[in-house]
T-cell receptor, first 115, second 109 residues
Framework: NAGVTQTPKFQVLKTGQSMTLQCAQD?????MYWYRQDPGMGLRLIYY???????DKGEVPNGYNVSRLNKREFSLRLESAAPSQTSVYFC??????????????FGEGSRLTVL | DQQVKQNSPSLSVQEGRISILNCDYT??????FLWYKKYPAEGPTFLIS?????DKNEDGRFTVFLNKSAKHLSLHIVPSQPGDSAVYFC????????FGTGTSLTVIP
C-alpha cells in the first residue's frame, strides 16, 4: 500500500526553468493538497483540490499552477522557477476537506533547489 | 497572518519525563484539531486529533487537551521516549487545514 507518492524526490533548477511535481494517491481520497515547508514557516498551503475537477488557491499560490488530472493524481507546476521557491514540497490527501475530515496523509516530500 | 501558532521552536526533555507541546489559534470557527509528527527526510504523519466539542483525547502515551475559551491546545507525551524526538506540528481544520510552525522535541536518554 503506497499511500501518497511524490516524484521527483530531489530537483535542482536554474532560475527561469520550469518543472512539474507529480503526486498520486491510492487511497481513493477525494481531496488533495500541495504544501511547502520552509524553516520557521511551518507548512503552508499552496493549492488544494477538494474533489476531482476542482482546484482552489491556498495561502501561497503565486508562481504555481496545479492540475487535478483525475481522482488519483494532482500535479504542481512551476512555470518560471525563482530562488524564493527553494523549499520542500509535500503532497497530501484526505477523504474530504472542510470541517471534520479526519487526517491528512502526506507524501515523503520533494526537495527543490532553485539557483 | 498565522492562524495557528507554536511559540516554542524547540523543547528538550529527559527520557521518562513528560513532554508538553503547546499551540494557540486565532479562529474560533476551527472545529477539529490535529497533531502531526515529522522525522527528518520524511513526510508528516498523523498522531492524534480532537474535535472542538471535546476537551481531552487520549491515545496511549499521547493526550491532547483543548481549551476553547483560551484558543489553546496542548499535546502531552508521558513517558517521553528517545524515539519521540521529532518535529511536532499542530493543525486546525476549517475550510482547509492550517498548520503551526512546528516544535522540535528532543528526548534525552
Amino acid at each position: 500500500n503506497a499511500g501518497v507518492t511524490q516524484t521527483p524526490k530531489f530537483q535542482v533548477l536554474k532560475t527561469g526553468q520550469s518543472m512539474t511535481l507529480q503526486c498520486a494517491q491510492d487511497m481513493n481520497h477525494n481531496s488533495m493538497y500541495w504544501y511547502r515547508q520552509d524553516p520557521g514557516m511551518g507548512l503552508r498551503l499552496i493549492y488544494y483540490s477538494a474533489s476531482e475537477g476542482t482546484t482552489d488557491k491556498g495561502e501561497v499560490p503565486n508562481g504555481y499552477n496545479v492540475s487535478r488530472l483525475n481522482k488519483r493524481e494532482f500535479s504542481l507546476r512551476l512555470e518560471s522557477a525563482a530562488p524564493s521557491q527553494t523549499s520542500v514540497y509535500f503532497c497530501a490527501s484526505s477523504e474530504l476537506t472542510g470541517g471534520y475530515t479526519g487526517e491528512l496523509f502526506f507524501g515523503e516530500g520533494s526537495r527543490l533547489t532553485v539557483l | 497572518d498565522q492562524q495557528v501558532k507554536q511559540n516554542s521552536p524547540s523543547l528538550s526533555v529527559q527520557e521518562g519525563r513528560i513532554s508538553i507541546l503547546n499551540c494557540d489559534y486565532t479562529n474560533s470557527m476551527f472545529d477539529y484539531f490535529l497533531w502531526y509528527k515529522k522525522y527528518p527526510a520524511e513526510g508528516p504523519t498523523f498522531l492524534i486529533s480532537i474535535s472542538s466539542i471535546k476537551d481531552k483525547n487520549e491515545d496511549g502515551r499521547f493526550t491532547v487537551f483543548l481549551n476553547k475559551s483560551a484558543k489553546h491546545l496542548s499535546l502531552h507525551i508521558v513517558p517521553s521516549q528517545p524515539g519521540d524526538s521529532a518535529v511536532y506540528f499542530c493543525a486546525a481544520s476549517g475550510n482547509q487545514f492550517y498548520f503551526g510552525t512546528g516544535t522540535s522535541l528532543t528526548v534525552i536518554p
